[in-house]
């Protein structure tokens, strides 16, 4: 299976970074091709909701990496998401991302794929992960992709304190079981 791992987390040494490796090196070692793509460290426009990308066949005025990015996400079978939640949403990077989907929605819609999310958060909420669930259920329904699973850590602010629990195996988990 073709796997792209989307981040966007701006501490390449953190928690989601950690559990985005794990998960990678799970994928791998299953026999996976998997490419790994951190939007916090990518040149990523946001949305300008002109709509022209609809009137031009997908084509988008903003001159950036977007449509590299789009291009490694036809050719993968299987798209994870992984982020920080800051203040209950997912990392502005990733979420430029996701709104530039308006260019190739309706091609998305057209190709069956299977999603999955991996997200960290520093806080303890029991409902730390609702808008971020709200929000990938909605992406899974309208683009008619399979959501394959989620991993939800919550109450761990820095890597050390990630690091001595199950997440990391939990992530390279589910890297290694993908079918």
Known sequence: MRILVLSGS??????????ATNFVKGAKEAGHEVRHVNTSFED??????????LKNSGQCLIRDDVPAILHLIEQADVVIFVTPIYYYAIHSS???????????RTDFMKMPKKMGLIAVCGGKFEWSFDSINAHFDSLSRYLGWKDIGRIEARGYPTKTDI???????????FGFNLS
């Open 163 to 173: 690091q001595k629990t199950e997440y990391p195996k939990l992530a390279y988990q």
């Open 94 to 104: 990733l979420k430029a991302l996701l709104e530039r989907f308006t260019s190739r």
């Open 10 to 19: 701006p501490h390449k040494d953190g928690t989601t970074n950690l559990l």
């Open 44 to 53: 990523i426009n946001a949305c300008r909701g002109c709509f022209f990308c």
